[in-house]
């Protein structure tokens, strides 16, 4: 008999993450055995069922013959069981966001964490030229800031190993290493259940405690009685049983509401594992329904959906708002009930015409009178602080007056872009928002155009903030110098509220300088003219990168550099790291609580100088690329997998290639830790800058940076994450200061894409942190080195 080519495909599926055929055959059968030889659910999402299974099982016999070794000995026994696709599957560190590691877990200590190289490593400072071969303090020699000698620690940060203590410094004790149980077992992410959740977008929803879950009473049969077994039954006008929809139950009809606009009501169904199941149309979904209600409970035919969750909206809407009171309490009986009255073909006219599309079309509700358009702030250009700030501060004369017809470079030399009411200068030169004038500053950014402006709290923000408009054709709003379009081609869910803004804008409290006085003569070209890549001798702004500029003619970012970059984010324990002294890492120090953690490590990472207002080339200088913004053909677009939106090229890139910055609110880790203790997101957007803090003494609170993408951001936002061999690879630019708290994080393609490919970066995420603030998402991105590979979902099958 011809082997079953599903057991083929699958054992070749497990060759290629390097899984020899004895391991897989018996847990593929336990599988088999377990599934009820339901190979959909064991071929779903490239075998990771059975990979996790093998990986348990693999686990659980090394568990076994590992004594629990002493603390010291803790590197010699993460070495001993790692295996190199091991260590690429988990070495790579929560780069997204700060960290929090667990401290019983040996991940955090892995020193993949954000990373970057000293903007000073190319002109080789002491002790820093070999730091994985001489660990030692890092001075700078740049910026305000000089590193206190007792502050850093450049040391070698491999995976899995505890940093050694070095005399004189502050690291971690003894007793805060974990346990070597918990390090050398590679955990589960938390179990988030996305497959249950269907995707809908960066909405708000309400903590667990305070959401509004009603369970869903047993259904009722078509006659109005209950089966009383859980399962779906109604009649037809004969009293004939329909079909019978077996092992589906009612789960819980969840109002998770918010501070921020919309309303989401969503409805879960148990389907208990219904072979071959697929997600139905909705439109299909609508109709069966109708035809069943109309058989069943009588309604005319004017009795639709679409009117009922209208009404359910409404009803929401008038009790949330309190402009109806809240009725008492139902008995255990009375939902039934109410659910029956509910379909009597009345539909109230009333609140049907209540600002509410009837035609809702999609399963997310909305709430309309909470979801009022940002007010447009009439703020003239010529409030703009010029002098104080010490910047130029033209238009980036890409209005809507000025786009369309400039392809020149914009915000070459307009630095700042906000109203002067809104902001001012401390004594140090810090640009900062004044009270409540900050909170709708950023929704000014058509009337005023520059690079750094100052955003709203979202969580502050009234309702229906977040109900940003989008235009399908170019959500940029004709902010970018191309359009790029949005579509969705899987399912209904609507585009994300957010609003587009081009360039970075201060949240609150960061420290941004951008003051020409900061630029001394060594970071600029005065001297040069036209474009710095043609003189003969590369100019200052080449000395970042080793006297070369980092682009080619073509535009393209040079392989050496290019490489550098990928090798840093695929293989983070080669390069530099730098870990902050005991107590004093910004990201540990945000966490409120006494406790604070020892550093996770940041990469050293490589950075890119592009020419700027102090230089004397032109716009079209090959040594400014970032900052002329977008210009690649992309599209927003749904994922078919579960990723929910994502971005894709519609033209083929070469390899090098400028595709997009990550845009959106510079804040401080604190003020990123606060909003995220607020907010619990189904997707998060943001990212740390924390790329040469290794040349920095201790951070302030304020010169700790990130950027937050969720409200305010641009394409980037929307680009997924794939473990290892991603498209992308973000590099650190620096443009409008060479203060390196702040700076722009550009993306590259790191090998040639083709037209339509899903653009991706590896977030450098780390799937074990279970304690980080920002929950790890379960990881779909398909990639063979997929660090996401062990599944909790495989506990359902072995316990
Ligand atoms: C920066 S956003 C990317 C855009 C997002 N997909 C959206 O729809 O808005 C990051 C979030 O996207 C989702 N995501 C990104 N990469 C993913 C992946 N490989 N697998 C599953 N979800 C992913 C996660 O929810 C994550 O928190």
Request: proline share 6%; net charge negative.
């Amino acid at each position: 008999m011809p082997p079953n080519p599903r057991v083929v495909m699958a054992f070749r599926a497990m060759k290629e993450l390097g899984i020899a055929e004895d391991a897989v055959k018996p847990v593929l059968k336990d599988l088999l055995r377990a599934y009820e030889k339901n190979w959909e659910l064991i071929e779903e999402d490239n075998y990771r069922v059975l990979a996790d299974a093998i990986f348990d099982q693999e686990d659980n016999k090394k568990v076994d013959q590992t004594k629990i070794p002493e603390i010291n000995n803790v590197n010699n026994v993460v070495e001993d069981v790692r295996k190199p696709d091991e260590f690429r599957r988990t070495s790579k560190k929560f780069r997204l966001k700060y960290q929090d590691h667990a401290g019983e877990d040996l991940e955090g200590y892995s020193g993949g964490s954000s990373s970057k190289r000293s903007k000073n490593d190319n002109r080789g400072p002491p002790g820093t030229s070999d730091p994985q071969q001489h660990p030692e303090k890092v001075n700078s020699s740049k910026g305000k800031h000089h590193a206190s000698s007792k502050s850093l620690v450049v040391r070698e940060s491999c995976h899995l190993k505890e940093p050694k203590s070095e005399p004189g410094l502050d690291i971690y004790t003894q007793k805060e290493v974990p346990s070597t149980v918990t390090l050398i077992k590679p955990k589960d992410e938390p179990f988030t259940d996305d497959l249950n959740n269907k995707f809908s977008g960066p909405i708000t929803v309400i903590p667990p405690e305070k959401r509004n879950v009603l369970q869903i009473p047993e259904p009722l049969s078509g006659n109005g009685k209950s089966r009383g077994d859980g399962l779906l039954t109604s009649s037809d006008d004969t009293g004939n049983q329909l079909a019978s929809v077996s092992q589906v139950s009612c789960g819980s009809m969840d109002i998770a509401s918010i501070s921020i606009g919309d309303i989401q009501i969503s409805m879960k169904c148990n389907y208990v594992g219904r072979p071959g199941f697929h997600t139905p149309n909705l439109d299909g979904v609508m109709k069966l329904v109708e035809d069943k209600c109309r058989s069943a409970y009588n309604v005319d035919s004017s009795f639709s959906v679409a009117k009922l969750m209208t009404d359910i909206c409404n009803a929401c809407v008038e009790l949330g708002s309190g402009t109806a009171s809240e009725p008492q309490k139902q008995d255990s009986q009375r939902g039934p009930v109410k659910a029956q009255e509910a379909f009597t073909g009345k539909v109230n006219e009333e609140t049907v015409n209540a600002g509410i599309p009837a035609d809702l079309g999609s399963l997310d509700f909305v709430a309309s009178e909470f979801l009022r358009e940002p007010v447009p702030l009439d703020v003239p250009t010529d409030s703009i602080h010029t002098d104080q700030i010490g910047a130029v501060c033209g238009d980036r004369s890409e209005t809507d007056s000025g786009k369309g017809q400039d392809d020149e470079v914009p915000g070459v030399t307009s630095p700042l872009e906000a109203p002067s009411a809104l902001v001012h200068q401390d004594q140090n030169g810090l640009i900062n928002s004044d009270g409540e004038n900050e909170k709708i500053s950023s929704q000014g950014q058509n009337d005023v155009t520059s690079e750094i402006k100052i955003a709203a709290d979202p969580a502050d923000a009234p309702s229906g903030f977040l109900k940003a408009t989008y235009d399908a054709d170019d959500i940029t709003k004709g902010q970018e110098k191309v359009k790029i379009s949005l579509v969705n081609e899987v399912d209904s869910t609507p585009p994300p509220p957010f609003f587009y803004v081009p360039r970075n804008i201060i949240f609150q409290k960061a420290y941004v300088d951008v003051s020409l006085a900061r630029i001394g003569d060594v970071d600029c070209c005065p001297d040069c003219d036209d474009d710095c890549l043609s003189a003969k001798i590369p100019c200052a702004c080449a000395l970042e990168t080793g006297g070369e500029f980092a682009y080619t003619s073509d535009g393209l970012v040079k392989e050496s550099i290019l490489e550098e970059c990928i090798s840093m984010n695929r293989d983070p324990k080669k390069h530099c790291q730098f870990y902050c002294k005991d107590k004093e890492c910004p990201i540990e120090r945000s966490k409120s609580g006494d406790m604070v953690e020892p550093c996770k490590g940041h990469l050293v990472r490589k950075f890119i100088k592009e020419c700027w207002s102090k230089c004397g080339c032109g716009r079209y200088c090959g040594n400014r690329l970032v900052q002329r913004g977008i210009t690649r053909n992309l599209q927003v677009f749904m994922t078919p997998k579960g990723k929910g939106w994502g971005l894709r090229t519609l033209e083929d890139l070469p390899k090098g290639a400028f595709v997009c910055e990550y845009v959106g609110e510079i804040l401080t880790n604190a003020e990123l830790f606060e909003r995220n203790m607020k907010n619990t997101l189904k997707h998060s957007y943001p990212v740390l800058l924390d790329a040469d803090w290794a040349s920095e003494k201790v951070l302030k609170d304020e010169e700790a940076l990130c950027l937050d993408a969720t409200t305010f951001g641009n394409v980037a936002r929307f680009i997924n994450h794939r473990c290892f061999d991603s498209n992308m690879v973000e590099i650190p630019v620096e443009v409008e200061t060479p203060d390196r708290h702040y700076y722009r994080l550009a993306f590259f393609t790191t090998r040639d894409v083709a037209a339509m490919e899903e653009l991706t970066w590896d977030y450098g995420i780390d799937f074990d942190d279970r304690k980080h603030p920002v929950k790890a998402f379960r990881c779909s991105c398909g990639s063979k080195f997929c660090r996401n590979m062990k599944r909790p979902r495989r506990r359902r099958i072995y316990t």
